[in-house]
């Protein structure tokens, strides 16, 4: 079992930057080796959505509307993953996920979620 705590969401205005984080409750450098490591987001009144996603195989995988802007790293020594946004739009205001999904068992956790509000 996996438990995901995201932090680091709030309101920015069009352009602004902003820095989420994702705290695991295992071992980030263990759990990646069988687990696909992401962050999602809902729009308000859209469906969930994957924003980009770092496979158990080691691809990282970016949605085409944030390439280029957003960017995903992750520090071991404190079992977090990080979600850079930049240049941020309206559009990408929306609640965001972390999540982990076990290849194998394809046992799937998420965290609580953050709000992101991008507006002036």
């Known amino acids: 079992q996996v438990q995901l705590v995201e932090s680091g969401g709030g309101l920015v205005q069009p352009g602004g930057s902003l820095r989420l984080s994702c705290a695991a409750s295992?071992?980030?450098?263990?759990?990646?080796?069988?687990?696909?490591i992401g962050w999602y987001r809902r729009a308000p009144g859209k469906q969930r959505e994957a924003v980009v996603v770092i496979t158990s195989g080691g691809s990282t995988n970016y949605a085409d509307s944030v390439k280029g802007r957003f960017t995903i790293s992750r520090d071991n020594t404190k079992n977090t993953v990080y979600l850079q946004m930049s240049s941020l739009k309206p559009e990408d205001t929306a609640v965001y996920y972390c999540?982990?999904?076990?290849?194998?068992?394809?046992?799937?956790?998420w965290g609580q979620g953050t709000q992101v509000i991008v507006s002036s």
């Open positions: 999540n982990a999904k076990n290849v194998i068992t394809i046992m799937t956790y």
């Open positions: 295992r071992s980030i450098a263990i759990i990646s080796r069988i687990y696909d």
